[in-house]
């Protein structure tokens, strides 16, 4: 994978949060692969406690398995998840950090690490949409677990809307597009944004956006 040509440390992570709004809602749990050479030398999985006074909506325990009593009994603050996640970037000289639909995650992990004054952290590294990847490659729908189809992962790969286990599969499906074609490089820092609605939550300075289009030609990174 040409991505080792860039980078020694991939970070690979997901998030399983109370809702969509991340100025509003709150990760409840964050997962992380940390990958150097293709092989994963560390991770994270961690709860994360809601504010006194606040509950888990139902709808979300029924999509994720998370319960408030899970939370309560097994979650860490903010500042332990937002320490945590740093400490993954710690010794990196080129880092990548690369989530399956990123936009939505990295302005959920921004918040988080911001709240703990560590919002610098994600000045280093640059970014890697995998959903925008998967665009280019297949048609719709676009769900990890369609892409994890896709590419035969089912016998190694778990997609249970799980922190750690959608980044684990987030992973495997990043090195199953390369060996189809390597050119994720030339998706680094380039998003592709809803044809219709646009780009979702606040933009990253970093990050190029091209409206994606729903029929698959090129690739995102040749058109204009």
Do not use: C
Request: avoid cysteine; glycine fraction near 8%; charged fraction near 30%.
């Amino acid at each position: 994978m040409r991505l080792w040509e860039q980078f020694d440390r991939i970070v690979v992570f997901d998030t399983e949060t109370t809702g969509l709004d991340y100025r509003r809602d709150r990760i409840i749990e964050i997962g992380a692969a940390s990958l150097e050479a293709g092989a994963e030398v560390g991770g994270m999985d961690f709860f994360i406690r809601l504010p006194e006074g606040r509950r888990l909506d139902p709808f979300i325990t029924g999509l994720t398995g998370i319960t408030q009593e899970r939370l309560e009994a097994e979650g860490v603050g903010d500042g332990e998840a937002a320490r945590a996640f740093a400490d993954l970037l710690e010794g990196a000289e080129r880092p990548l950090v690369v989530a399956y639909n990123a936009q939505f995650d990295l302005n959920f992990l921004f918040y988080l690490l911001q709240s703990q004054g560590l919002g610098a952290v994600l000045k280093r590294p640059r970014f890697l949409d995998a959903l925008t990847v998967y665009r280019d490659r297949r048609d719709y729908p676009h769900k990890l677990e369609n892409a994890i189809a896709a590419y035969g992962l089912e016998d190694r790969a778990v997609n249970s809307h799980r922190a750690v286990d959608d980044a684990r599969a987030a992973a495997l499906l990043l090195e199953a597009m390369a060996a189809e074609r390597d050119d994720l490089e030339r998706y680094v820092d380039l998003f592709g944004a809803h044809p219709k609605y646009g780009v979702s939550g606040r933009k990253i300075a970093s990050v190029t956006y091209r409206v994606q289009p729903y029929e698959r030609g090129k690739p995102l990174y040749e058109r204009t």
